[in-house]
RNA sequence: GGAGGGGUGGCCGAGUGGUUUAAGGCGCACGCCUGGAAAGCGUGUUUACCGAAAGGUAUCGAGGGUUCGAAUCCCUUCCCCUCCGCCA
């Protein structure tokens, strides 16, 4: 949510914001609707004052037993009861509508966010790791994981449909070897707080992460009105709502390991083979909380841990600027990680870590308590994948693949994997 | 699923139709006092809007209603809690 007062100040500031993402000019829209409100606002107020005015003189009047007085009184105040009533309802229907504009409308983004139209117009700052080359022709994932007999997408269906995948036997396991080892990573080196959060949650929740009002088709609903988290970090971010924190506590640091529930409206026959792009998949997620002074820095923090996961993995990724037309609605800034796939002879999205501002907390209503200086202000909230489980499990097959159709189990997952070093078909 | 009890400011909590401001307490801020501190005393302390200011208006979960006037009465709805039942 933008600053009302923000957007008062300085309209043009917004509308060239919103531009960048393609959006038409809304200040003067906007700020119509405002100067509307308050100036009814004010009528009300007034009529209000005479009312409550001569509310008094009849009490006066009744306990001075006054009874004509008080009669001629009611009879005037009577008068203004309907145009109050009027005033009321006409009020309630324009900050309703300004509320929804409001909040359909996206962050702006930060000043050094490159200006484009979608994610080829994302800047590539840096690459880490060579990707390796193969003596053979290097499958994809589902190829290997289908010759394994360890990732069955067919029985997936036939119980929930296409976009489902059944795991089986070390594939499963080295799923869980992936999500144990990032979490330890994050919390024992990276200071994150383990949270075993919430999968459904309610409107307001969805809300203060800005999925809604505008993203519901994106979502999935259970009959009774939770929704299922698409990501964690409505969740995590939302273990801060309504709070007010005290500047001592913070920055807050939480990861979580959770399955995601995507409807992916709008894309079908992208990705459709595969386990890219699924209804259901796991991610470890990070989000802090931050004072605004500490939110940009703390992107730049997050973002390297996000890389670590990669790097401890030995898998080759590029670090990508998104351009304003592809961040997401809440971010100001966001740093996409991309990992190679040698089956796909691609990068691909694996972590996207972003700098929300305030938007989200204005939303919340999540505050501190400064040391210095009186008043609460917002916090800054950020999240990132931590990562992506199941494409980083996407990664490691195609990138670890042998000739002979094994995976070689990376270093760093060996503890997790009770002592298997290469993934072989089951016999 | 059944039966109850509740939602009041940063926090706790009083308040079942009126006659300046939602009592009181805690916390916090400032001041007085002190060699310094504690204690004590005093002042202030939701948010939004109008106003140069003084001040005004709204805000007691939300939305309707009754009334000249509602935190208070009525209706609807959301949320929280307790007990019972069922259950991992």
């Avoid at 229907?93 to 983004?109: C, H, K, R, T, V």
């Avoid at 995590?236 to 939480?254: G, Y």
């Avoid at 026959?269 to 703390?298: C, N, W, Y």
Wanted: aromatic content about 8%.
């Amino acid at each position: 949510m933008i600053d009302l007062k923000l957007l008062r100040e300085d309209p043009d500031a917004f509308d060239r914001g919103w531009a960048l993402r393609g959006l038409p000019a809304q200040a003067a829209g906007l700020l119509e609707q405002d100067v509307a409100l308050r100036a009814l606002k004010t009528r009300l107020q007034e009529a209000q004052n005479e009312r409550n005015a001569a509310s008094k003189q009849i009490g006066k009047a009744k306990a001075s037993g006054d009874e004509a007085a008080a009669q001629a009184v009611i009879e005037r105040v009577s008068a203004l009861k309907a145009e109050i009533q009027q005033g009321e309802e006409e009020e309630r229907q324009l900050a309703e509508a300004l509320d929804l504009a409001l909040a359909s409308l996206p962050n702006i983004p930060a000043a050094d966010v490159p200006d484009g139209a979608d994610e080829n117009d994302n800047v590539e700052i840096g690459r880490t790791g060579d990707p390796r080359n193969f003596a053979f022709d290097p499958k994809e994932h589902f190829d290997l994981g289908e010759d394994l007999g360890q990732m069955d997408f067919e029985t997936a269906a036939a119980m929930s449909g296409s976009r489902f995948v059944a795991l089986k036997g070390q594939l499963a396991r080295l799923e869980r070897a992936i999500a144990q080892f990032m979490l330890n990573l994050h919390t024992d080196e990276f200071g994150y707080e383990e949270v075993a959060p919430p999968f459904l949650v309610r409107d307001e929740a969805v809300f203060g992460t800005a999925q809604l009002p505008k993203f519901t088709e994106d979502l999935f609903r259970t009959e009774n009105g939770y929704w299922l988290i698409p990501t964690a970090e409505v969740s995590l971010t939302n273990m801060v709502r309504q709070a007010i924190l005290s500047e001592a506590e913070l920055p807050l640091r939480m990861t979580a390991y959770t399955p995601c529930f995507r409807s992916e409206a709008g894309s079908a026959g992208r990705d459709t083979r595969g386990m890219i792009r699924l209804h259901q998949f796991s991610k470890v997620e990070l989000v802090s909380i931050t004072t605004p002074d500490q939110g940009e820095a703390e992107l730049d923090r997050m973002t390297e841990c996000a890389q670590t996961v990669l790097k401890r993995l030995e898998l080759p990724f590029r670090t990508m600027k998104l351009c304003s037309g592809d961040m997401g609605f809440s971010a100001r800034r966001t740093y996409d990680l991309e990992v190679w796939l040698p089956g796909q002879n691609a990068y691909r999205e694996i972590s996207s870590c972003s700098w929300c501002g305030d938007f989200q907390a204005r939303r919340m209503k999540a505050r501190f308590k400064p040391n210095e200086g009186k008043g609460n202000q917002f916090v800054h909230t950020l999240n990132g994948s931590g990562l992506a489980v199941g494409r980083t499990l996407v990664a490691i097959l195609e990138n670890y693949q042998q000739e002979n159709g094994t995976i070689a189990v990376p270093d760093v997952l060996k503890p997790y994997m009770g002592g298997v070093e290469e993934i072989v078909a089951r016999g």
